[in-house]
Structure formats: structure tokens, C-alpha cells
DNA sequence: CGCTTTCGCTACGAGCCGTAGCGTAACTGT
DNA sequence: ACAGTTACGCTACGGCTCGTAGCGAAAGCG
């Protein structure tokens, strides 16, 4: 999924190399121990009891629990895609319950959570999530703008660097919304909530470009 | 701040009482703790170091590290308050700011997030959360909202329960954008930031408000 | 077949957890 | 003044997880 740790160069030379199916059951087993046990109670003699792998195994691959669960977390959001549904706002809303599902799976819960709050105190951390995770989310937000400017739906970008500040808040705006609703509110992102937020989203985007 | 244990009624009847000042004393090294250790390194037991009381106290008050945290995250949250700056925009904007300050005090962001992350396999603990720290700032929408009807900013509201839906959207778009943006994106919510924010979010309420 | 690296296993000191037990301190009612 | 009740500080404890070290065996490569 990233590159994480490797002896020297792009390919390991001699030596037996590493089980990439060991590196997959342990991935699979710390997504169950999350299900079943939450951050506070994931141990990594536990996962790798699951993995059916020696402990010392894991600790050769992650350097703790925060980055081994960053990587387990991270391989969720393979699955998002933006799809095509000929408006913006049906691409957002597609988007966003995309966003949503994932969100809703409690290994994505706790920890996403448990780790950005380790991460508030471990600068390596906090970009090993953005390159796995945030900026995944992020390029959607990139493309979906483009699309939308070429069918005329938004106003093409002036300056690049006013462009770059937009898309930063209205992804601030769509990921927060979602996340926070989900993990504070604990409530469900819908069919309804999601026409209404993308309602509210595109409305004052269209209006904020206009003149005032 | 919050009804937390007791041993009968309102008021204990005989026997020695409980320190206020132990109490005061122990939220103050709890925070101090989250700032030094962050959460996976605070111990129950180095937060009783620092207050300068037995470890045992702590457990005699609180069920664990979880509830501690949220009681001591929970009184920075006393001094958000809604002001009154004449406009609904500016009302906003201000309570955004004094929002995000808080937010980006590093004893919130840790303290937060990891409770939060906890919370999701703890329903008591979500309960806690959300009414020693989450009501407390939905008050602030709903208050605004009044403020900004009786202005005339925004249109009364017609269905009492499409009136907390829509207290509730705004509700996740606000904490959840600025949240979002101090802890995922890791940039600072300052003036131009939530100028922009502001604008986008109250024309699309306008928008939304009125027919399409 | 040597060389190298990974693997599984065992064992270890260290640290924290949450609780129990004790004697003492503080406050209340008679 | 005195018993009754509750909180406090202190010490000690078994149990658990941590992260590492050391070993022999396995799996590739020249």
C-alpha cells in the first residue's frame, strides 16, 4: 500500500524475502482486532496471534501499533472512486455515501480517531496519513471540481493559488461535515442528510463565485 | 461541570468531604499531562504525581482515563460563548475563531480525538461526551439561528422537525469544517479562512431556504 | 553449497493497571 | 466531647503488555 520500511534499495537483493501473504493476514487481523477490540484494547501480541505470525514479525515491518493501524485503516479507502453521474451534484452525493460507508465500519472509527490523535504529537505519523489516506480523499475533491468546470457547473479557476485555497475548504467542508456527523453526532449519513448537505455546499459555492 | 459520582443524595450528608481543591488540582495536571505525554502517554498514575494526591483518589472519582480526560477537555470548552456583532455573519465568524482557538490547544486535540475514538465502542462514554462537551456547543447554533430569525437574516422556521434537521446540518458543517481543517489538514482556521467559510455556508442556507 | 535475510519461538526486565489494606484526617450529629 | 462516617495518603500486590535479544531453522541467491 506505501512504502514502509526497506533494507536498502527499490529491490531487496539476497536473502529470503518477505511473506506478502503474512503482511496481507496481518493487515486483515488488525482491522478485526479494531472490530473487536477497539484502539485501547488492540495489542500487537494479539494481532499477531490472529495473523498466525510471531510478534517479533511485526515489529521487523511497523515501528508500533499507531503505523501498523494507519496502513490496516488506509487499505479501506482503496474502494473510493469518483464516479460519473453526469451532474455534480449526483457526483457528490456519490461520493459522500461512498465516504460515508467507510466511515461507518467501526475498524475505520476507532482507528482513524486513535491515530489522528497520536498524530497531533508525531509529525512522521501525521504524513504518513495524509499520503495514505487524506490526499486519496483529497484528489476526488480535485477531479470532481475539474469535471464540473468543463460541463459548466462551476466558473474555470483564475488564480491557481485562490483555486488551491477553494478546494482546500470545500474539502474541509465535505470530509468534516461527514466525519463529524458520523463520529460526534453519531448519527447516519442518508439519502436525505446528503441531498440536503450537498444542497447547502453547492448553493453557497455557486454564490461565493458570483459577485456578491 | 458535570454531575459525575455521588455517594447518596444531592448533598452527602456526614463524613469528610471531598477536596475541591484536589479536584481542581487534578483536571489542571490532567491537561498538563496531555500537553507533555499526549494520551497514549498519560498514566492515571504520573496525573496523580503532578496533583499532588494518592492514585487512589483518582480511581475514587473517576471510572478511568476516558471519563478523567473528558471531564478535563470539557472545561475549556466554558469559556465558548455566542457574541453578538450585529450581523449573523460576524456572529459566526466569531464564534468559529473562539472555536478553533480551543481546538488548536494541543491538550484538546489529542484529549479530544482519542475520547472520541474511545467512544465508539463505549456508549456511556459517547453519552458523557455529548453533553459535557457537544450540547454545549449546539446551543450556540440554535441560539444563533434564533438571533439571526428575529434579524430577519434567516426565515423562521416552519416545521419544528425540518428546523432540527437543519440545526443539525449546520451544526456538523460548522464544528465539522473546523475540526477537519485544524486536525486532518493541520492549517490554521484564521481570519481570511473563515471569511470564506462564512460567506459559502450562509448563501447556501439563503439558497437552500429559498425555493430553487 | 555458502551467504544473506526472514521467520517462529522463548525469555526477559520494565512499566502501568486496578485493587486491597491500613492508619489517619475531616466533618456531622447527638 | 465523642462516636460514626467518609475521604485521604501510602504501600504493596498479581497481572498484563511492551519492546528487545538470542537462538536455530527456513527460504531465497550467486
Known amino acids: 500500500m506505501v512504502a514502509r520500511m526497506q533494507s536498502r534499495t527499490s529491490a531487496s537483493r539476497t536473502g529470503r524475502p518477505r511473506s506478502a501473504e503474512a503482511d496481507a493476514a496481518i493487515l486483515v487481523a488488525t482491522r478485526a482486532a479494531l472490530v473487536e477490540l477497539g484502539w485501547s484494547g488492540l495489542t500487537l501480541g494479539n494481532v499477531a496471534t490472529r495473523a498466525g505470525v510471531a510478534k517479533t514479525t511485526l515489529y521487523r515491518r511497523w515501528a508500533g501499533k499507531n503505523e501498523l493501524v494507519v496502513d490496516a485503516v488506509a487499505a479501506l479507502f482503496d474502494e473510493l472512486e469518483l464516479p460519473d453521474r453526469g451532474t455534480l ?19 475505520a472509527q476507532s482507528g482513524l480517531m486513535a491515530v489522528l490523535a497520536e498524530s497531533t504529537r508525531d509529525a512522521a505519523l501525521r504524513e504518513r496519513i495524509r499520503t495514505s489516506v487524506v490526499d486519496r480523499q483529497k484528489r476526488l475533491v480535485l477531479e470532481g471540481r475539474a469535471r464540473a ?28 461535515a461527514v466525519v463529524h456527523r458520523t463520529l460526534v453526532s453519531a448519527e447516519p449519513v442518508d439519502q436525505p442528510w446528503v441531498q440536503s448537505f450537498t444542497r447547502v455546499l453547492l448553493l453557497g459555492l455557486a454564490g461565493a463565485a458570483a459577485p456578491s
Chains 1, 2 share one sequence.
Open 89 to 107: 451534484a449526483a457526483d457528490i452525493e456519490g461520493v459522500v455515501l461512498q465516504f460515508a460507508a467507510i466511515l461507518a465500519r467501526p475498524e
Open 149 to 176: 468546470q468543463v460541463r459548466g457547473e462551476l466558473p474555470p479557476e483564475t488564480d491557481p493559488s485562490t483555486a488551491a485555497r477553494t478546494v482546500d475548504l470545500i474539502f474541509d467542508m465535505v470530509a468534516g
